[in-house]
């Protein structure tokens, strides 16, 4: 009865046993597959929320503005690569002030003025540097449900372009207002002159009347190239391009400022090959021509020489100098000798006469043609001013 018993306990506690283990496993199965399900959820919930942070990042990074991102304690959460590139930034400065980001005190400035003011529009900076960048700051501080600020936003738009364009503005209106100002002022002293008594005099009225006329004419002139230069940087002037034979086009030249170039006794050499031809406006070839070799007589050498020659460059191109033998251009004076109005020698520039617009014009009517204009020489050693025009294509007929 006893053995019976045992037998019967020890049945009854395997039973129990091994349906304990059947429900304990069907549970650790169970909650092994919530887990599973829940890593999942998690990993899912971590991934969407990578791929909105990829999104955000990659729809900042296209913009061409700024974007600079703050939390509630002032430090960067985000920058784009517009910002990267403005500021030169090489490093992540995520989690840093702005001020250690940045190193800029008037940003810091704007960010302390957020909270009170909520919005700053307008902020111009000049980035250190001595072709700083010009930027507009504006920023906005981000707000909860409650009013509270929970960080800020700053957008950067670069200004560089415009503050460029207004300093030429700004320039361009001073150059002229001074290179009108100082024939009309002569015009006008010569006038009251001859009014108050000098007309009686025969000698000094004609004197007079030639220095009122030269300096009319330089008015003319002055308008003539500020109506040309207006045009062609408005891509108003349309270039009539038909093959034309440089040789003959350079001696026309040479015929025009022969009588200048025999006031400083300078030698005028068209060493042009015969037959060379470019497809290029007639009329707007010869304007280049004159200014280059006009330019090469004043600021030459007196009793030097003046050389006009060529080559082909590539078969496609052929390239246009002319060499004078005079005291040269600084290498300083080089890199803006095209600008309209700059002059190397302002009181020589003067004294030998212009407007101050002809190598401006010349780049323009080159550009016009698809070419390049450049200036070469060593201080001492003259100056040689080159430009390219398209050679005749192979399939132009021959002019009748």
Do not use: C
Not at 137 to 153: C, E, S
Not at 188 to 200: N, P, V
Not at 271 to 286: F, H, N, T, V
């Amino acid at each position: 009865m006893y053995t019976t018993f045992l037998v019967l306990a020890l049945l009854g506690g395997l039973g129990v046993h091994f349906w304990w283990q059947l429900r304990y496993g069907r549970l650790a199965r169970q909650l092994a597959s919530e887990r599973r399900v829940l890593a999942e959820s998690h990993k899912q919930q971590e991934d969407a929320a990578a791929q909105k942070q990829a999104e955000q990042q990659a729809l900042f990074n296209s913009m061409i503005e700024g974007v600079l991102i703050l939390d509630g304690t002032g430090h960067v959460q985000l920058v784009n690569q517009a910002l990267r590139d403005f500021f030169g930034l090489q490093t992540d400065v995520r989690q840093q002030t702005i001020m250690e980001a940045l190193r800029l005190r008037q940003l810091n400035e704007l960010v302390h003025r957020l909270p009170a003011e909520r919005i700053v529009q307008g902020l111009e900076i000049q980035l250190p540097g001595v072709n700083g960048k010009w930027l507009e700051v504006n920023a906005a501080a981000v707000l909860d449900r409650a009013g509270t600020q929970r960080g800020a936003i700053l957008v950067f738009h670069d200004l560089t372009r415009i503050k460029q364009l207004e300093n030429t503005r700004q320039e361009f209106v001073a150059n002229v207002s001074h290179e009108l100002r100082t024939p009309l002022s002569l015009i006008k002293g010569f006038t009251e002159t001859l009014l108050d008594g000098a007309k009686d005099d025969p000698a000094v009225a004609v004197q007079f009347l030639r220095t009122i006329e030269k300096h009319s004419d330089r008015l003319t002139y002055l308008i003539e190239d500020l109506l040309t230069i207006s045009q062609l940087e408005g891509g108003r002037v349309a270039m009539s391009l038909h093959p034309v034979e440089l040789p003959e086009e350079v001696a026309g030249v040479i015929g025009d400022l022969q009588t200048r170039a025999d006031q400083k006794s300078v030698t005028l050499r068209n060493e042009i090959p015969a037959g060379l031809r470019a497809q290029a406006d007639a009329e707007r070839l010869q304007q280049v021509l004159f200014n280059l070799i006009e330019n090469a007589i004043k600021y030459g050498r007196t009793e030097g020489t003046v050389v006009i020659g060529s080559r082909l460059v590539g078969g496609e191109r052929v390239e246009i100098w002319v060499r004078d033998d005079g005291p040269g251009i600084p290498a300083e004076a080089r890199e803006r000798i095209f600008e309209r109005f700059f002059r190397v020698d302002r009181a020589r520039s003067r004294e030998a006469g212009g407007t101050g617009l002809g190598l401006s014009i010349v780049k323009h009517i080159v550009q016009a043609h698809g070419g390049e204009v450049a200036v070469r020489g060593e201080v001492g050693q003259g100056t040689t001013f080159a430009f390219t025009l398209p050679t005749v294509p192979s399939a132009e007929p021959d002019p009748v």
